[in-house]
């Protein structure tokens, strides 16, 4: 049995993705932050200029990627991968470990050049479905 496939999108910042989970818009306390969440998955995206990170960011995508990810206080990070829909845009898996509970992660980070903006999203996998995750990071796309 297939599931069907729900895109997301944010007008106000230029993406979407996909999930075959229903998920619903939370509130993040900021108006940087886009959120939607349910009890086995949260997606969280954050939004960023040019002129608020290191000149080095861009530099190596990939890398700056990892480093995002040991930042956010993550565990067993991989090598990044390249998203297949977004020119300046990679996604690595991570382990958030909180006592004996592991939770897989992926994050993503990509640049929107035509909009200035960069974007820091995390997927948390509660429910451990890591297929589930990195076919959400794969799936997104900037809307011009």
Known sequence: MGFAQTTITSEKYFFSYETTKNIELYD????????????????????FYPSEVASDYFLDL???????????SLYEVKTPKKLRNVAKGY????????????????VVVMY???????????IYCYDKDIVEGENIAKSFKLLY
């Open 28 to 47: 993040t306390e900021s108006i940087r932050v886009v959120g939607y969440e349910n009890n086995d998955l949260a997606v969280d995206t954050e939004i």
């Open 62 to 72: 990939s890398k700056t990627t990892k480093v995002i990810a040991s930042q956010l």
């Open 91 to 106: 996604y690595v898996r991570a382990t958030d470990i909180d006592g004996d509970i592991r939770t897989p992660v992926f």
């Open 112 to 122: 929107h050049p035509d909009k200035s903006i960069i974007y820091e999203t995390t």
